[in-house]
């Protein structure tokens, strides 16, 4: 089919920013990160998850809505016994919430979507929107040592370059300038769980001796936003490191990628020559000082 100008051009959802010199900002990795709870369950989910609990024994199903004064009755004094840890959890899969997190690295957005049951994912993508003006997220380690540090930024800010100067040819395409993007550009993704996915990813990611640093902060902010609102959950999303519980407490410590030794709370006897690093990762990231917000426009700093 030929080309006609009689065709409206529609606008389009993102553009290649052509000419536009890539605008940077060096931050904190760890205080970037941000949790919002956008989406949670109405109180009428609760009679539905009532129905679920009662129907082994129910002699007749109960249908929520059909007689709204039982309904008000039973949410004026109503027990959910999944969400202290008893009865069946069948329940638990009918509470939905929705988290936007931003601030993290396609690294732990990779880590989360790895979460398949009962979750559902939308995140910013890297193939049709450009991406040169997005901001770096800093490890503290790197940022302590200045002399690399400097290499890093120098390296980020060049990688950056080459991405605009790829797109501003308008032959080589997003999907193809977007493999010299370093990994530690800021994005955000879109997360539903059901509780009993949400569950099984707090108790899983909110371990500091197993899990990168980013994933442990993103977990702690999950639960601190969903508590908020719904504080009866608290025993169902507890941290399983404190109470000896955690995987990484309960499994052959040395199993796998044995990284940092023990810090206090999961402390054993233990042979250094076992570990990657002899230092605790509060040591050697958590509890280094916060990095310093930088900007850049191109090559220089401002």
Known sequence: MPHKNTIPVRKKPSYVLKGEIPKTKFKDGLTSIKV??????????????????????????????VNPKKDHKLLSNLNIAAFQGNGLPLSLELYDFVFSISGITRIVTHQI?????????????????DWRHHDVLVPRSLYKNKPLYKQFQ??????KKIYADMLDTMDIPILD??????????????????????????????????????????????????????????????NKCQSGNCF????????????????????????????????????????????????????KKI
């Open 36 to 65: 919002d709870l956008i989406h949670w369950p109405d109180e009428s989910i609760h009679l539905s998850s009532y129905a679920f609990q009662q129907a082994t024994w129910a002699n007749n199903p109960y249908v929520p809505g």
């Open 113 to 129: 979507v790895r979460n398949r049951i009962g979750a559902t994912y939308s995140q910013q993508c890297s193939g049709d929107k």
């Open 154 to 159: 120098h390296n980020v800010l060049t990688s």
């Open 177 to 238: 300038a977007r493999r010299i993007l370093p990994h530690c550009l800021e994005t955000f993704i879109y997360v539903k769980f059901n509780l009993v996915t949400l569950i099984s990813f707090i108790q899983k990611r909110d371990c500091t001796q197993t899990q990168e640093p980013e994933m442990v902060i993103v977990a702690r902010k999950m639960r601190k936003v969903i508590l908020k609102r719904f504080p009866f959950l608290k025993k169902l999303l507890e």
């Open 248 to 299: 990484y407490t309960k499994s052959d410590r040395l199993t796998g990628t044995s990284m940092f030794i023990p810090d206090s709370i999961h402390d054993f006897d233990y042979n250094k020559k076992n570990f990657i690093y002899n230092k605790t990762v509060f040591e050697m990231v958590y509890d280094l000082p916060p990095v310093r917000t930088e900007k850049y426009i191109g090559f």
